[in-house]
Each structure stands twice: as structure tokens, then as C-alpha cells.
């Protein structure tokens, strides 16, 4: 872990040579979601340029980071994410979001596509994450604790900030658009869950499953972030669904929620 904190450092360095503001908000843009980036119009850093940085290389995630403006607070925002899947270790997968903490961001807004456990959900959906169950992937704290990232042991039992998922449903009813709310499951991936796998799950208590946001909201936390977290129902999930899943369907689903969607974020970002 000294040899993580020392890489977050060099990612750090890297990125203030380029980009001197500091930000004070951070935004992980998921699958098909990346647009709301170009509103910033700001100094744009591809991952795969900072030293030490993980980059991303799913189709959909443009792999670099967006520095400017969002309601008015000044901003990063991830035009993509790494996933555990894509061959990484945890640390590295979470190392984005403490390089963010590290160059001053407090407050994170995760965002995800995610498919529907919970059959009131319908593709399209704006869902805010109440909870999350992160028990199918290894936890982001694993290994020697380095105090400069946060506590040994993290309190969990509050994630997702009250006062910023009451704020966001503010900006929902003055928008006019539906925000649900539910537990969010994380699992390994690449390949999407059997159907006994989401009968299991629902059986848990999650509302939606997907691959990624609940590690980065522990690594946050642990941080000491200020954290909330929207996800767009892209698909019913396996079982429930009645035909076959495919990342070009989360694709296409992401991109026709995307208006309200970054309606919601902008508008959040504003009042938190």
C-alpha cells in the first residue's frame, strides 16, 4: 500500500503540472453516459498520459479525465472507468477516485448503467443507490493500511450520503423527473449473471446489479468523500429479461436516458 500511495502521488503531480485548479467536486461518468463531460469544456487528460494511471478499454468509456465546470463547482469528471474485470487489481481500480480525493475533490457523484433486479425498475429508469452489497468482489481496502488513504477500519453503515441523496431528490421533483431508489449489488463481470445468480440476489435485498461503483464508493468513503450515487436501468436482468443481454443494449438504453439524466447531475451538482 506505501508503494499505492506513493503511485497516486505520481498520478497527482502529474495531472496539477497539467491542469493547476483544484477540484472540488469529482464525477465518475459510467457506460454510455460519458456526454455529460463535454458540457465542462475544460483541460482534458487521457488515462493512458498520467504515470501509473490504469486505462480503460471497454467500448463506451472514453478513458480520460475532464477538468471544469459543473453547476457551477469546479470539477473532474471520469469520461470512463477501469473495471476489475478488464485484468486490473482493486487497488488499481479504485486508484482514480483517491488520485481525485488527493487533488482536493470532497464530494463524488458516482454514476453507472445497471440492469434491474427489482421488477418494478424498467429500462430507462433514473435509480439513486440507497446501499450496496460489495461481497462478490474482493474489497478495495485489502492490504496494509496507509493512514495518508483513510482509517483501517471504515465505517459503512452510512455510504451514501442522507444529505446528498435528499438534495438529489429535491432536484428530481423540481425537474420533474422520477427518481427511484435501491440497493445496488456489484459483481466481477465480464459476462452478465445467470438467472439463479439474480433469483439470489433478489433474494439478498438488491434492486440492481452491475460491475462496477460499489468498490469505488468503499475506496470513497474510506477517503472520508461526501458520496452519491445515480444509476440508469439498462436492461431487466437475466431471467427476468426475455431476451439476450449485450453491452450494445446498454449502449443504446444509456443514450436515450441521457437528457434527463444529465439534467439530474447538473442540477445536483449545482445544490450540493
Same mark, same amino acid.
Do not use: W
Given at each position: ?31 454510455? *453516459? ?16 498520467? @504515470? ?87 474489497? @478495495? ?20 450520503? @442522507? ?11 423540481? *425537474? ?87 439534467? *439530474? ?8
Amino acid at each position: 500500500m506505501e508503494s499505492e500511495y506513493t503511485a497516486i502521488q505520481i498520478c497527482c503531480d502529474y495531472i496539477l503540472n497539467k491542469c493547476g485548479e483544484r477540484p472540488e467536486l469529482a464525477v465518475v461518468l459510467g457506460s454510455g *453516459l460519458g456526454g455529460l463531460a463535454d458540457r465542462m469544456d475544460g483541460v482534458q487528460i487521457a488515462y493512458q498520459n498520467i @504515470p501509473g494511471m490504469p486505462v480503460s478499454t471497454v467500448s463506451g468509456h472514453a478513458g480520460r479525465f475532464v477538468f471544469g465546470t459543473l453547476g457551477g463547482k469546479k470539477t473532474v469528471a471520469m469520461q470512463g472507468r477501469v473495471h476489475f474485470y478488464e485484468g486490473y487489481s482493486m487497488a488499481e481500480v479504485v486508484r482514480p477516485i483517491r488520485v481525485m480525493r488527493a487533488l482536493g475533490a470532497d464530494k463524488l457523484i458516482l454514476t453507472n448503467a445497471a440492469g434491474a433486479v427489482n421488477e418494478c425498475f424498467s429500462p430507462g429508469d433514473l435509480v439513486m443507490i440507497s446501499d450496496h452489497i460489495l461481497s462478490f468482489v474482493p474489497s @478495495p481496502l485489502i492490504g496494509e493500511n496507509v493512514s495518508q488513504l483513510g482509517a483501517r477500519f471504515p465505517d459503512m453503515s452510512a455510504v451514501y450520503s @442522507p444529505r446528498m441523496r435528499n438534495i438529489a431528490e429535491n432536484c428530481a421533483a423540481d *425537474l420533474k423527473i422520477s427518481l427511484k431508489s435501491g440497493v445496488y449489488i456489484q459483481t466481477t463481470g465480464p459476462n452478465y449473471e445467470t438467472p439463479a445468480e439474480i433469483n439470489m440476489m433478489k433474494q439478498m435485498g438488491a434492486d440492481m446489479v452491475g460491475m462496477s461503483t460499489a468498490c469505488e464508493a468503499a475506496a470513497a468513503k474510506h477517503a472520508g468523500m461526501e458520496i452519491c450515487a445515480v444509476s440508469v436501468i439498462s436492461n431487466m436482468a437475466a431471467g427476468i429479461s426475455k431476451t439476450a443481454l449485450s453491452h450494445s443494449e446498454v449502449q443504446m438504453i444509456t443514450n436515450k436516458a441521457s437528457k434527463p439524466f444529465q439534467a *439530474l447531475i447538473c442540477k445536483l451538482a449545482e445544490m450540493i
